[in-house]
């Protein structure tokens, strides 16, 4: 093995190592009981197993679990769709100012989430979506249509249009061919999309907590800090709360991943 072969599996030891430490202590801690937790046993293995901390924890956060579930899942494929929907016309359908118009959609994507609160907060004042799921589900799906968008585009401009027009001829039109040739193909960046926005839906902490002030209809990002008291925290219950809170997006990335890596070899998001 030569010298630089052998530094970059150091790097990529270290970096691995440095990746798994804080996840290392969430578990070790989390089956620990309220009263063995601290700063000088946080490394140590514990004497003695306890779920305590994820009873408490789900008794804690299975309602928002459930808003975060009603919430991520209609947004995730909603905003993938529609990004479908555009990729196939920006890709396929161009016409005049198309490129101008895809442009002015990236950037939506490119604008932070504090620049847009207050007209978003007033703007679901105004009908009559503020405080509520609905109002959440429509703020992420506006925001993620951007990057959908740029998905799906990228990943159609790789099938030959030749398929679309053996379609046209054969009389679909436009929805009929993207519903008949397209979408069959699609399933790598379906993949693509909906991990993307699951992870970033589910992991939102800015949104949930201006459009949804009510804890009770919270998302669990929302809820998982409100783990920590003013006064004292129980790290057993917020450790077990953490990994409650990180399964789905792992179950996803777990069912998905194998799509995920060829919507990636396949161009999906390639620039």
């Known amino acids: 093995m030569s010298f630089k072969r052998g530094l970059l599996w150091f790097g990529l030891g270290l970096a691995v190592i440095l990746y798994l430490l804080p996840i290392y202590v969430m578990l070790v801690n989390s089956f620990r009981d309220a009263s063995s937790v601290s700063l000088a046993t946080m490394w140590q293995l514990p004497s003695q197993i306890s779920v305590e901390g994820f009873a408490e924890a789900w008794n804690m956060l299975s309602p928002n679990l459930k808003n975060s579930l009603f919430m991520v899942i209609p947004a995730a494929l909603l905003s993938s769709i529609i990004g479908a929907l555009n990729g196939y016309i920006f890709s396929k359908w161009r016409f005049r100012g198309s490129e ?38 429509l703020t992420h799906v506006v925001y993620g249509v951007s990057v959908t968008t740029l998905i799906f585009r990228n990943f159609y401009i790789n099938i030959p249009g030749s398929i679309v027009e053996a379609a046209t001829v054969d009389g679909a039109g436009i929805i009929e061919a993207f519903w008949r040739v397209i979408l069959p193909l699609s ?19 800015l949104f949930g907590i201006t459009v949804v002030p009510n ?25 077990a709360g953490a990994i409650v809170a990180a399964l789905p997006t792992a179950l996803v990335y777990i069912g998905l991943g194998k799509l995920f890596v060829r919507g990636l070899v396949s161009g999906a998001v390639k620039a």
């Open 215 to 239: 804890p009770q209809s919270q998302p669990v990002t929302i809820a998982l800090n409100n783990l920590s008291g003013s006064f004292s925290v129980d790290w057993n219950v917020v450790m």
């Open 100 to 137: 101008i118009l895809f442009a002015l959609l990236l950037f939506g994507f490119f604008i932070p989430y504090q620049a847009i609160l207050l007209p978003l907060v007033r703007f679901l004042q105004w009908i009559d979506l503020y405080g509520t799921l609905p109002g959440l589900v």
């Open 187 to 205: 399933l790598p960046a379906f993949a693509v999309a909906l991990i993307f926005q699951f992870t970033n839906i589910w992991n939102d902490f």
